[in-house]
């Protein structure tokens, strides 16, 4: 971020505007909802301008500023619709080391005035540090929509109630007692004064008399990488977190939708690498639970696929601990979404095994015989280390040596690579290709973007890159 995003308090503050028409306007309309003394330069003022001075909501001079005015201002926009006008406050502000904002110029600004919904006190700002303007207006009519008209009589309510509830209630019973009023009272038909404080009331002697809350882990597929194919579910879960217990693979994109205030584990392995032990994995989230925590154990793509699910889950459950799982996106199958392939196909394949070329004791064994099958498939994960045992072993129990095989890099993010090529010849491309990301490998799948009805085997290499149009 080159800005950040902060709030300024206006209490006591003298913000000066330098401009005419329609510009100066705005900027003195966002300026007087504040408890700023607004200051206005303005030789030719419109009609709504002199109104606002008649009504003593502003001040108003009909000069030129000069750098005297300025240098007792905290803030100044220079809202000229005449460029040089503005370049010359521009240089003064700096001259008066005075914060400028200089309207349509961002790379001349000290600051820049987001996009505003306004609840107050709740506000949200909605920045694009000057880039988009027109899609800032078009999130803020997103959220206006998201956000109840009352919302701010609701949190004055609070606001007034937050000693009383702060003596009665520790930390985390405090937390959730106001996640549960702002559920119920967002809600509420009667936001008079006298019901919002039954309201918080009543809430309180409930909250009050309830135990000590129950922790639960809850465990929650990340996905292959994508934020958005995160599930509604899942992404509320983890913005509701005490507690994230967090996998290498799961990106910061998703870790970000956590609260500030949540406690981060990573408990990340590493085929072949440094990993935190299963047994100390447990330990964490039995600790954590019973002190009356929320804990989410996050696994990338779906936790019960080869996400060591029942281990956890085992040593949960002998505790009396609560459980509950999401399930996510797996690789295998956000892999053919991207290739736009399908997993089976009539003619090719009827069904689809899922394994992975090794475990905790190193390279994995399986039945090869019955993997050799032509009418099924293989989504290989985590072989990109195992890759060329996976291609001795297919070999030696009799594949055909041209079978498909389709391998892609990072699985659904921005950074994917894929390429298709054979059994024979695959192990060779990925050290050509340098893929050195997590890597699913499909076997009896040919697939590139645009021609998902690809059969014959392909015996040259080409690369696939994503398009540059997500989210993140």
């Known amino acids: 971020?080159?800005?950040?995003?902060?709030?300024?308090?206006?209490?006591?503050?003298?913000?000066?505007?330098?401009?005419?028409?329609?510009?100066?306007?705005?900027?003195?309309?966002?300026?007087?909802?504040?408890?700023?003394?607004?200051?206005?330069?303005?030789?030719?003022?419109?009609?709504?301008?002199?109104?606002?001075?008649?009504?003593?909501?502003?001040?108003?001079?009909?000069?030129?500023?000069?750098?005297?005015?300025?240098?007792?201002?905290?803030?100044?926009?220079?809202?000229?619709?005449?460029?040089?006008?503005?370049?010359?406050?521009?240089?003064?502000?700096?001259?008066?080391?005075?914060?400028?904002?200089?309207?349509?110029?961002?790379?001349?600004?000290?600051?820049?005035?987001?996009?505003?919904?306004?609840?107050?006190?709740?506000?949200?700002?909605?920045?694009?540090?000057?880039?988009?303007?027109?899609?800032?207006?078009q999130i803020k009519l997103d959220v206006e929509s998201m956000l109840p008209i009352h919302l701010g009589v609701v949190a004055r309510a609070a606001q007034q109630f937050r000693h009383r509830v702060r003596q009665l209630l520790p930390g985390l019973p405090r937390r959730r007692f106001w996640t549960d009023f702002f559920q119920r009272s967002t809600q509420q038909a009667d936001l008079s004064p006298a019901a919002l404080e039954a309201t918080l009331s009543t809430l309180l002697a409930q909250h009050q008399q309830w135990a000590a809350p129950e922790g639960k882990v809850i465990f929650v597929g990340a996905g292959p990488g994508d934020p958005d194919l995160l599930t509604v579910k899942a992404r509320r879960v983890i913005q509701e977190a005490d507690v994230i217990v967090y996998d290498r693979l799961v990106g910061d994109h998703i870790l970000d939708l956590a609260r500030k205030e949540a406690k981060f584990i990573n408990a990340g392995k590493k085929g072949f690498g440094v990993s935190m032990p299963q047994a100390d994995i447990s330990a964490h989230l039995l600790c954590e639970a019973s002190q009356g925590q929320i804990v989410v154990r996050l696994k990338g793509g779906d936790p019960g696929m080869f996400g060591r699910l029942d281990e956890e889950l085992t040593a949960l459950t002998a505790a009396g601990v609560t459980t509950e799982i999401i399930p996510g996106i797996t690789a295998a199958a956000a892999a053919a979404a991207t290739l736009q392939v399908s997993l089976t196909q009539r003619g090719r394949n009827t069904r689809v095994t899922f394994l992975t070329a090794h475990d905790a004791k190193g390279y994995a064994e399986h039945d090869w015989q019955q993997l050799v099958d032509a009418e099924q498939a293989l989504a290989v994960y985590m072989g990109r280390k195992t890759a060329a045992f996976l291609q001795g072993r297919l070999l030696m129990h009799g594949a055909n040596r041209l079978t498909p095989v389709t391998c892609i890099e990072h699985v659904s993010r921005r950074d994917q690579r894929a390429f298709v090529s054979h059994l024979d010849g695959f192990v060779g491309a990925l050290g050509q290709q340098r893929f050195e990301g997590p890597l699913m490998i499909l076997v009896g799948i040919a697939g590139v973007v645009g021609a998902s009805d690809l059969r014959e085997p392909v015996n040259s290499v080409g690369t696939l890159e994503r398009e540059q149009h997500g989210s993140y």
Not at 67 to 83: G, I, K, M, N, P
Not at 94 to 108: C, G, H, I, T
Not at 127 to 132: I, K, Q
Request: glycine share 6%.
């Open 1 to 137: 971020m080159n800005y950040l995003p902060i709030f300024v308090s206006t209490g006591g503050c003298r913000a000066i505007v330098v401009g005419g028409g329609l510009l100066a306007e705005a900027k003195c309309r966002a300026l007087l909802k504040t408890a700023a003394e607004v200051v206005l330069f303005c030789q030719e003022p419109t009609p709504v301008m002199l109104q606002w001075r008649d009504e003593c909501r502003l001040q108003l001079e009909t000069r030129a500023c000069d750098v005297s005015d300025l240098q007792t201002a905290r803030l100044v926009y220079a809202a000229s619709e005449c460029d040089h006008d503005n370049t010359r406050i521009a240089q003064l502000s700096k001259e008066a080391a005075v914060w400028v904002n200089v309207v349509d110029r961002p790379d001349a600004c000290d600051f820049i005035t987001p996009a505003i919904v306004d609840r107050d006190p709740v506000v949200v700002a909605i920045g694009t540090e000057g880039t988009a303007p027109v899609l800032a207006q």
